[in-house]
């Protein structure tokens, strides 16, 4: 069974940093890629970042372009967003995903998905 388990989120003030993490198991990461996505309370789940199995091929979303950055620690089975320069704008439930054979900006196109982490960001 696959489980994605996120941590790392909380509350900070505008212009601080927060690191995510998500751990898997059922799964290994280096064999698939990996997303982020976030819902704000009333909007729809929006596309954050993803990344192909390798991380040779990465695409954000123009609003945390130069913010926020994916990486992984195989060995640890672990994927993490780093987010700096933070706004109330980024406040969301941050969502990690996989189980894609490409990198894709798309939801549906993971099959798996964590239980997300709350980051709130004060102005």
């Known amino acids: 069974q696959v489980q994605l388990v996120e941590s790392g989120g909380g509350l900070v003030q505008a212009g601080g940093s927060l690191r995510l993490s998500c751990a898997a198991s059922?799964?290994?990461?280096?064999?698939?890629?990996v997303g982020w996505f976030r819902q704000a309370p009333g909007k729809e789940r929006e596309f954050v970042v993803t990344s192909s199995r390798g991380g040779g091929t990465t695409y954000y979303a123009n609003s945390v372009r130069g913010r926020f950055t994916i990486s992984r620690d195989n060995a640890k089975n672990t994927v993490y967003l780093q987010m700096n320069s933070l706004n109330p704008e980024d406040t969301a439930i941050y969502y990690c995903?996989?189980?894609?054979?490409?990198?894709?900006?798309?939801?549906?196109?993971?099959?798996?998905w964590g239980q997300g982490t709350q980051v709130t960001v004060s102005s």
């Open positions: 059922g799964l290994t990461f280096s064999s698939y890629a």
């Open positions: 995903t996989t189980g894609a054979a490409q990198p894709t900006m798309v939801a549906r196109g993971f099959p798996y």
